[in-house]
């Protein structure tokens, strides 16, 4: 267990901070279920897009467990550090920076990941934002720009001098986007640089998995993503196995019948029923392609546009499913 500023952190397991996925609703549910601290979607340092509504979106934190956090993303020390103190304003309690998105859109800014190549302007992004603002600052990185180009450890270095009070590392090179095998090695190498926390990412998707990365790296916390996506029930299950050694049942089908449902009304509530409908499209599909087996819902459910016959076709096909599991109990 570890600080962050005035937060202690006494459950380091993070929902990573996903563009287009880790909303309000969806942190909240994390955090329901296990998550000790949800990281809010990625926002540009150019302050001047904040009127838009994805912004403004992303920007709520309404009712939020504490801390709540927002990352941004940039290549100008002075914007970044603009946007720090706008965020803050905001309600934003800590502020974490982006150094490992590998996204083009985002390269093509030479933001994220791109910075990695740069370590003075790395120094000069991280000081200005540090300085900015009386709320502590973390940083997201990977391990790397490319293969042949790993320098995680020199950019943890420079992060704890310039004030950094968290670090996260995602075990891949933005060479190697996701794929392949996350690198502990480095993690660990990280690990043993610094003296601040360091947060392990990259491949936790349960239990047993979670406790041989925190083995592996020496790591203070671990960050899961893509594996919770359609399954906010992870969290859970990492806590309780590396609480007793011991995996926890999977949830039971009325559980996640009352949990899909009530992801989908909160995504309505808080998108409204045109974004909201379409939003809950790919949320929906997660859920039902990591638990479920069926051909016809999936089309049928992307067709539909409005709120209320989401709602109806996913309730009826969930009561179509604990028909079977009576049926075959």
Not at 81 to 95: D, P, S
Not at 282 to 297: D, G
Not at 307 to 327: C, F, K, N, T, W
Request: net charge neutral.
């Amino acid at each position: 267990m570890f600080n962050i500023g005035q937060f202690y952190i006494d459950n380091p397991l993070f929902l990573a901070p996903m563009a287009g996925v880790t909303d309000l609703p969806f942190r909240k549910l994390c955090l329901s279920l296990g998550a000790g601290v949800a990281v809010g979607e990625m926002v540009s340092s150019d302050i001047d897009l904040y009127a838009s509504r994805k912004s403004r979106l992303r920007l709520i934190h309404d009712h939020e467990i504490e801390p709540r956090i927002i990352q941004i993303a940039g290549s100008c020390p002075d914007n970044m550090a603009e946007a720090a103190r706008k965020n803050v304003e905001q309600g934003a309690q800590i502020i974490d920076i982006n150094m490992g998105c590998p996204a083009k859109k985002v390269l093509k800014k030479a933001a994220g990941s791109a910075l990695m190549q740069d370590e003075g302007l790395v120094a000069d992004i991280l000081r200005a934002t540090v300085n900015a603002v009386s709320v502590p600052v973390t940083l997201k990185i990977r391990t790397g720009w490319a293969r042949d180009q790993r320098n995680a450890v020199a950019i943890a270095r420079i992060a704890e001098a310039e004030g950094i009070q968290m670090l996260s590392v995602h075990g891949r090179t933005r060479e190697d986007r996701f794929m392949g095998q996350a690198e502990y090695d480095t993690i660990a190498a990280v690990q043993s640089a610094v003296s601040i926390p360091v947060i392990a990412n990259g491949d936790i998707d349960s239990g047993p998995k979670a406790a041989e990365v925190l083995k592996a790296t020496g790591a203070q916390g671990l960050m899961i993503g893509r594996a919770a996506q359609g399954n906010p029930w992870i969290f859970r299950e990492i806590s309780s196995y590396l609480a007793t050694g011991q995996a926890v049942p999977p949830p039971a089908l009325s559980e996640i019948s009352t949990v899909m449902l009530g992801h989908l009304r909160a995504l309505h509530a808080f998108y409204g029923p045109v974004q909201g409908v379409r939003i809950a499209r790919k949320h929906i599909a997660w859920y039902v392609k990591s638990r479920m087996t069926t051909t016809q819902f999936l089309p049928e459910f992307f067709a539909i546009d409005d709120p209320d016959g989401q709602i109806s076709h996913l309730s009826r096909y969930l009561q179509s499913m604990e028909y079977v599991q009576e049926a075959n109990a």
